[in-house]
Structure formats: structure tokens, C-alpha cells
């Protein structure tokens, strides 16, 4: 029963409350936050088609893929994902293997498109299901996968991807502004769900702290 004689407090405590750790999640929104506004930079302080060299345009090309992925990396951490970052970055430039077979003439890119077969949903699928085979490294193949996606988005954003091959040779895209749009709403989706989760946790967490106190007024037989 609860000590309700006593002028201590009715109830104790048996641990003290994980504190909720804001500073966690305004690190990823800030880190979010950087990566979008340096994508933008990017895409204005790319030299034009005319003014630039294979190499420099990769190396602007891959960055960004590596700012899209950490920003959505950012989510998956902050929704405490068993996921390595790492695996999300790997995901975010994978796909541009196809890019290097192209180059070397093993492969050539889809009409109406500067890429081929390896941006698609297919390949995409693949690797997932790779995770689905290889179940101790189910969270690295998930990862991979999701920076995959991300990597997909960016190329909608930024050029025409062949996303139904081999079934279809129709190409697909959007616009950067689209793009940069969409990626801000996933990622503050997914840091913003990781933060009521933990809320939500907190909540429960002190809740169940909380027990009743020993009842030290009870009657001696007489």
C-alpha cells in the first residue's frame, strides 16, 4: 500500500532517468542542415558542361551523392536504426560502378541518358535482397540499399535514370528543386520521428521508475 503516514515522500524511485539527449538530435539536424545548403553550393559552383572535365564533374557528381546519403544517414541515426553510416555512404555511390563500365566499353548508357542499367530499381533490389541471404550482415546490405535509393533520388534531381530496365528503356526525372525538397522532408520526417520515439521512451522510462514506497506502519500482533 502507499506510505501515506509518513512525511517523506509517497512514492520512490528506484534509478534515476535516462536524460533524453537533445543535444544528439540537434547534432543530426545540424548535420542535415549543412550537407542540404552544401549540395546547394555545389550545384551553383559547378562549371558548366562546357567548362568542365570528366573529372571534375565526377568528383562534384560524387559529393553530392555522399551529402545525400548523409543526410538521410542522419535520419537513420537518429531513428536508432542497427545501421552503420558507413553502409549508407557506401550506398550512396555504388551505382556510379556503372558510370566506370561505360568508360571502360563494357556497357553503354541508355538512350537519352549519360547512365546505364545500374541505376535502376532492379539493381536496387538485388542488393536488398542480398541482405535477405546474407542475415548476419543483413543491417550492412540494408544500409547499402538505402543509400542507394538516396543515390537514385539525386540522379532524378540532376539528370534522366533508367529506372524500369531491363523491362523498359524509359528514362525518369525531376527537378533539383524537387529533389532538394523531397530530401529536406525525408530527413526531417525521420529526425523528427527518432526524436518522439525517444520522447515516448523517456516518458515510459520515468513512468516505470516509480514504485511504491515500503509501508512501514504496519500492525504488531499484540
Known sequence: MWNKHSGSPTSTVTEK???LDFLAFVILLAVATGSWVAIAVLRLAEPGPQDRTLTIHG???????????LMVAAGVRAMRLPIPIWSVLVGGVILDVGHVMIHLDFSEPIDGSSRNGTHSI???TVIAIVGFVDQRRANLWLGITIGALSHLWRDMGTGLVPLAWPFSDEIWGTSFTRYMVGLAALTVAMIGSGALLAIHERANHDAGAIVPAPDTNTDQPG
Open 17 to 19: 532517468s535516462s536524460p
Open 122 to 124: 532492379l539493381i536496387v
Open 59 to 69: 568528383i562534384y557528381d560524387e559529393t553530392g551523392h555522399l551529402l545525400t546519403a
